[in-house]
């Protein structure tokens, strides 16, 4: 028996066909949005002279949230990093570096989605983090005495270290789970 293939049904199997290539594609995509998950975590070795000198100020950053051109800039600078001395010793320096640049992130990837700059300097300035943060109040964040500053991640979000940073996970002080 001979089948004719009408232009009806030949339209039909076309969009299901581009149905399930859209549907498919969208599901790898979150596949993709868990990985990236994965890859944020502090990897280590994490050099000694990451963790104690940037840990003085504010938690040691996972570096994938930042690009390497940003850390590039940022190590070149760290005897005027945002008004503090940061040095390192030369030994120590080499080391932060390369961690930091073999483990950064790439644009488009977790909080570095929709950068304005190539080289952003400050986590708190990147669109995205701005868009996460939004809905938090000065009473929340920089006037609450637990919190002070909006760099100061591991106050509220409890598994900053892995580079976690879900709702779920988020427990302000003074103010409890964040509820959006």
Known sequence: M???VTRGRWLVACGLLMSGIYFGVSALGSVATASDQA????????????????GECHMAYPPVLLPAKSWETLMAGLEYHFDDNAELLPDEHAKVLKYLIS????EGQGLLQK?????PLRITQLPEFR?????????????NPDV??????DACNQDTALARFEEEMIDIPGFGPWED
Do not use: W
Not at 103 to 106: E, K, N, R, T, V
Not at 148 to 153: D, G, L, V, Y
């Open 131 to 143: 868009h996460e943060h939004d809905e938090l109040s000065a009473a929340m964040t920089t006037g």
């Open 39 to 54: 890859t944020m975590a502090m990897k280590g070795p994490v050099p000694a002279g990451y963790a104690r000198t940037c």
């Open 2 to 4: 001979h089948t004719v």
């Open 103 to 106: 483990h950064a992130g790439f």
């Open 148 to 153: 002070i500053s909006m760099s100061n991640c």
């Open 115 to 119: 950068m304005q700059t190539k080289a």
